[in-house]
């Protein structure tokens, strides 16, 4: 279970391995998603507000149903709301006694570990390569550059797509200058990340969440008109990334964002603020090809509480 600042996602998998030195095989058996919007829930001073935690609740125990179904260990990771709220402890306490799930907050550096190990299990092919791989989830960006499994640098940003929807791009019908504004800001926050990143270097960029999953299938489908498909491992040009930036706010109001054409309805009101956070990174880095993943958070969480239980 991955509780995160957009959503709260389950996934059930059965883990295959027959003792050899080859990688683990995954089963996906099912996958839930609630788009909770815990980040929405965060009140000035700080705290979940009860709302917030009543929508966790009634999701964690529908959840919980569907692992004692299946008889199935269950591991809850929460990430950028969980971190940021003030009375987080309290909330833990509520949500394990009314849902019966006990949530471990991930820190921002873990939250990136664990996104490469599902990147590297998803695309097993970039192991040898020095990856950048940035995650833009609803609250945090995590950036880390990793090699052989191995962790180079890695850093975790207060940024993500539900906050710089709320703070920076808030207006409606949305301006041009608003917009400008914005990406100014986010470089300006992400300039810091330079100098280390360039100084190791790195051979492919890999972009994961919904934000660039969601970005590359309105690519296709204003080209092909067709948005279906795996978009796992599937490279997104920068100036693609680009021009879906330019069509958001070309639409100006969520009624127009509606009508792009591959546009995912739950994605409509965030999907510019993930896709400037990719933008405002790939000017700061100068990255002309993101590699998209669809596979992090929660298949390194899988294959993080198999190797354990395994004893590796």
């Not at 509520?94 to 939250?111: C, K, P």
Request: net charge positive.
């Amino acid at each position: 279970m991955d509780i995160g600042s957009n959503s709260i996602h389950l996934t059930l998998a059965r883990v295959h391995h027959d003792g050899s030195d080859a990688p683990p095989r995954v089963e996906i058996m099912a996958t839930l998603k609630d788009a909770a919007r815990l980040a929405a829930y965060l009140g000035p001073d700080g705290t979940l507000s009860p709302a917030g935690v009543d929508r966790a609740v009634t999701t964690l125990r529908r959840y919980r149903r569907v692992a004692e179904e299946h008889h199935a260990e269950v591991r809850a990771a929460a990430t950028a709301a969980l971190r940021a709220a003030r009375n987080a402890d309290e909330v833990l306490t509520r949500v394990a006694a009314e849902s019966g799930v006990r949530i471990q907050v991930i820190s921002g550096a873990d939250e990136a570990r664990l996104v490469y190990e599902g990147v590297l299990h998803g695309l097993p092919e970039v192991r040898r390569e020095r990856v950048l791989c940035v995650d833009v989830g609803g609250g945090s960006t995590e950036l880390l550059l990793g090699e052989n499994g191995q962790t180079r640098l890695v850093a975790s940003v207060p940024i993500g797509a539900v906050v710089v929807t709320q703070d920076l791009l808030s207006t409606e019908p949305l301006r041009p200058r608003t917009v400008i504004e914005a990406r100014r800001r986010l470089m300006k926050r992400l300039e810091g990340h330079r100098g280390p990143i360039e100084a190791l270097r790195f051979d492919r960029a890999i972009g994961t969440g919904g934000s660039i999953q969601r970005a590359i299938r309105v690519v296709r489908a204003r080209r092909t008109g067709d948005m279906r498909g795996d978009v796992n491992g599937h490279p997104i040009d920068t100036a693609d990334l680009q021009s879906v930036v330019e069509a958001l706010v070309r639409a100006g109001t969520r009624a127009d964002r509606l009508r792009i054409p591959g546009i995912d309805p739950e994605r409509a009101d965030t999907l510019l603020g993930g896709a400037l956070i990719f933008d405002a990174i790939s000017r700061v880095l100068g990255i002309e090809q993101w590699t998209v993943s669809t596979a992090a958070l929660r298949l390194g969480l899988l294959m993080d509480t198999w190797r354990r239980r395994a004893g590796g």
